[in-house]
T-cell receptor, first 112, second 112 residues
C-alpha cells in the first residue's frame, strides 16, 4: 500500500514569490492535515481537510491556504513568501478523525 | 491553550540501557495522547497512543501510560537498540481530532 506522497521534495524560492505543495494521501484516507516543522517552533498545525472541507485551521496568517480535491489529494499554497517560511512542510493522512496520522516525508522549502 | 512539554535532549544511551523520555501536558478536557517517532530522513510515524486515563499504549517494546493525576505520558523502553536512535515527539489531540499539538521533540542517540 503506497504511503503519503509529497511533491516536490525540495524547492528553493525567493522572498515575495508563492509556492504550491502537493500531497497524495494513502488510498481511502479522506482526512489530510498539514504541519510546518522548523528548528525554532517545532511542529505546528496548519490546517486539516476532510472530504474537501476545512475542518480545522492553525494560527498562521492568511498567506497560508490549502484545499482538498474530490480524490482526497491536497495542496497548500503560501503566497508572498518570507524568509521565516523556510521549513519542512509535512502532510499527513488519516482514515478517521482519531489523531492517528500517517506522515509523508515532507517538502523542504528554502526561501532566499 | 493546550501544550506539551518534553524533556530536553539529546539523550545518549548505551545499547540495552533503560530509556525514559518525560512528557507532560496541559489541556482542557481529556485529550488523546500520542508518541510519534521520526527516524533520520523519514517522516513521522505513530509509535503508540492512549485515549483515556490509565490506558497504556505499547509498541515495539515501548510503553507509555496516560496519567491524568500527573498530566504525564512518559515513554519507556526496557532495553534500547542502536536502531532506536531517532527523534521522539509527544503529542496530544486537540479537541479529539486530527489537529495535534506536539512537544519540541527529544533526540535519542544509542551507542553500541
Amino acid at each position: 500500500k503506497a504511503g503519503v506522497t509529497q511533491t516536490p521534495r525540495y524547492l528553493i524560492k525567493t522572498r515575495g514569490q508563492q509556492v504550491t505543495l502537493s500531497c497524495s494521501p494513502i488510498s481511502g484516507h479522506r482526512s489530510v492535515s498539514w504541519y510546518q516543522q522548523t528548528p525554532g517552533q517545532g511542529l505546528q498545525f496548519l490546517f486539516e481537510y476532510f472530504s474537501e472541507t476545512q475542518r480545522n485551521k492553525g494560527n498562521f496568517p492568511g498567506r497560508f491556504s490549502g484545499r482538498q480535491f474530490s480524490n482526497s489529494r491536497s495542496e497548500m499554497n503560501v503566497s508572498t513568501l518570507e524568509l521565516g517560511d523556510s521549513a519542512l512542510y509535512l502532510c499527513a493522512s488519516s482514515l478517521q478523525v482519531t489523531g492517528e496520522l500517517f506522515f509523508g516525508e515532507g517538502s523542504r522549502l528554502t526561501v532566499l | 491553550g493546550n501544550s506539551v512539554t518534553q524533556m530536553e535532549g539529546p539523550v545518549t544511551l548505551s545499547e540495552e540501557a533503560f530509556l525514559t523520555i518525560n512528557c507532560t501536558y496541559t489541556a482542557t478536557g481529556y485529550p488523546s495522547l500520542f508518541w510519534y517517532v521520526q527516524y533520520p530522513g523519514e517522516g513521522l510515524q505513530l509509535l503508540l497512543k492512549a485515549t483515556k486515563a490509565d490506558d497504556k499504549g505499547s509498541n515495539k517494546g515501548f510503553e507509555a501510560t496516560y496519567r491524568k493525576e500527573t498530566t504525564s505520558f512518559h515513554l519507556e523502553k526496557g532495553s534500547v537498540q542502536v536502531s532506536d536512535s531517532a527523534v521522539y515527539f509527544c503529542a496530544l489531540s486537540d479537541l479529539g481530532g486530527n489537529k495535534l499539538v506536539f512537544g519540541a521533540g527529544t533526540i535519542l542517540r544509542v551507542k553500541s
